[in-house]
């Protein structure tokens, strides 16, 4: 995976480990880092005015095509860290969630590139132009 570059991140969402995400290593368990970056994607996509239920419901069903994740420092029991977000378009079709799991002090514990697709009726398509006005602030 690439190193994070300097574009600006959309958002940030505060997160604290909770013991029973730990490993008997007492390290969090390298599934739990989906997740987190699930959970700050999804409170991104509502902050910005994307709704899973209403789309699902106009039968558009956003799903994650591929995940890549680095692992780059454990996150501990009590540990504060925000996930920092930012989204890029792949050709016409994907959105890549670009995402970082950042300690207190800015160690980066993780990082992440999760890229997924529209599909309706179970075939991709792209991106209805209101939802990249949301996104991405242009159509």
């Known amino acids: 995976m690439r190193e994070t570059d300097d574009a600006p991140w959309a958002c940030s969402f505060p997160f604290e480990v909770r013991d029973y995400e730990l490993d008997l290593q007492g390290i969090v368990n390298n599934s739990v880092y989906l997740n987190y970056f699930e959970h700050a994607r999804h409170s991104y996509l509502r902050s ?3 709704d899973y239920a209403e789309m699902h419901a106009a039968g558009l069903d956003p799903v994650v095509h591929r995940i890549e994740i680095d692992y780059l420092s454990s996150l501990r029991s009590r540990d504060r860290f925000e996930v920092r977000v930012r989204v890029e378009m792949k ?6 969630f670009v995402q970082e799991a950042v300690k207190e002090g800015g160690v980066v514990a993780s990082r992440a590139r999760v890229e997924t697709v529209i599909t309706k009726a179970g075939r991709p ?8 006005e949301r996104l ?4």
């Open 48 to 50: 910005v005015g994307v």
């Open 125 to 132: 398509v792209a991106p209805d132009p209101s939802m990249v």
């Open 91 to 96: 050709g016409r079709l994907r959105i890549v």
């Open 136 to 139: 991405f602030g242009e159509s």
